[in-house]
C-alpha cells in the first residue's frame, strides 16, 4: 500500500514559468512533509518541508503548499531554471517516528 | 552535508555471496537509515536505526540485517544475495530535534548477478 504517491512520473515545463509537482498521502498520522530533489548518481538533497500546522512554507523560488483536508501537497518552483531538471521526491513522517515514507518521484525536466 | 560516506560505491557479486555495505557519519547524527532506490517504487526504507545498537525494520527489510556498532558507522549486511537485491542503496542520516531533515549519502549501486 503505498502511503504516499506522486503520480506523475515526468513533467517537463519551459524555462521561466512554474513547475508544479504533486503529492498525495492517505496515512491521516503524517504531519510532517518534505521535497528533496535528486540528480542523477547523486544522494537526494533536502530543498523545503512543511509542517502540518501550516499550509504554506516558502524558501526563495520554492513554495510548498499543503491541504490537510484534501491530503494533498505541491511543491512550486518560479521561475523555473534549466538546473532545477531532477527528480523530485516527496516524503511524509509521523510526530515522533523519525520514519520517513517517500514517493516515487517525478522527473522534471526545464526546457531551455 | 553531513559527512556521510558510504563504501563500496559499486559492487557486482553473485547470486547467494553476502554482501555488506558501510555508512560512515562525522556529524554525531543520532538516526541512521538505509534506503534502496528502484525505478518505479522510488526510496523504500529497509532498516533504520535510532541509536547504537538500536534499529528497527522499515517497508522492505527482509533479505537485510543490520549493525551499529558506534555512532558514526552503520552496516547493513545481505546474508545472501538475490538478483531482486539488484539497486541503489542509500544511507541517511538525521539529528534529532526540531528539523525533519535528512541528509543522505552518495549511494552504492550494487548488481547480484
Known amino acids: 500500500d503505498q502511503q504516499v504517491k506522486q503520480n506523475s512520473p515526468s513533467l517537463s515545463v519551459q524555462e521561466g514559468r512554474i513547475s508544479i509537482l504533486n503529492c498525495d498521502y492517505t496515512?491521516?498520522?503524517?504531519?510532517?512533509f518534505l521535497w528533496y530533489k535528486k540528480y542523477p548518481a547523486e544522494g537526494p538533497t533536502f530543498l523545503i518541508s512543511?509542517?502540518?500546522?501550516?499550509d504554506k512554507n516558502e524558501d526563495g523560488r520554492f513554495t510548498v503548499f499543503l491541504n490537510k483536508s484534501a491530503k494533498h501537497l505541491s511543491l512550486h518552483i518560479v521561475p523555473s531554471q534549466p538546473g532545477d531538471s531532477a527528480v523530485y521526491f516527496c516524503?511524509?513522517?509521523?510526530?515522533?517516528?523519525?520514519?520517513?515514507?517517500f514517493g516515487t518521484g517525478t522527473r522534471l525536466k526545464v526546457l531551455a | 552535508d553531513a559527512g556521510i560516506t558510504q563504501s563500496p560505491r559499486h559492487k557486482v557479486t553473485e547470486t547467494g555471496t553476502p554482501v555488506t555495505l558501510r555508512c560512515h557519519q562525522t556529524?554525531?547524527?543520532?538516526?541512521m537509515y538505509w534506503y534502496r532506490q528502484d525505478p518505479g517504487h522510488g526510496l523504500r526504507l529497509i532498516h533504520y536505526?535510532?541509536?547504537?545498537?538500536?534499529?528497527d525494520k522499515g517497508e522492505v527489510s527482509d533479505g537485510y540485517s543490520v549493525s551499529r556498532s558506534k555512532t558514526e558507522d552503520f552496516l547493513l549486511t545481505l546474508e545472501s544475495a538475490t538478483s531482486s537485491q539488484t539497486s541503489v542503496y542509500f544511507c541517511?542520516?538525521?539529528?534529532?530535534?526540531?528539523?525533519?531533515?535528512?541528509?543522505f549519502g552518495p549511494g552504492t549501486r550494487l548488481t547480484v548477478t
Open positions: 496515512n491521516s498520522m503524517f504531519d510532517y
Open positions: 512543511i509542517s502540518s500546522i501550516k
Open positions: 516524503a511524509a513522517s509521523a510526530e515522533g517516528t523519525y520514519k520517513y515514507i
Open positions: 556529524e554525531n547524527h543520532r538516526y
Open positions: 536505526s535510532y541509536g547504537v545498537k538500536d534499529t
Open positions: 541517511a542520516t538525521h539529528t534529532s530535534g526540531e528539523s525533519y531533515e535528512q541528509y
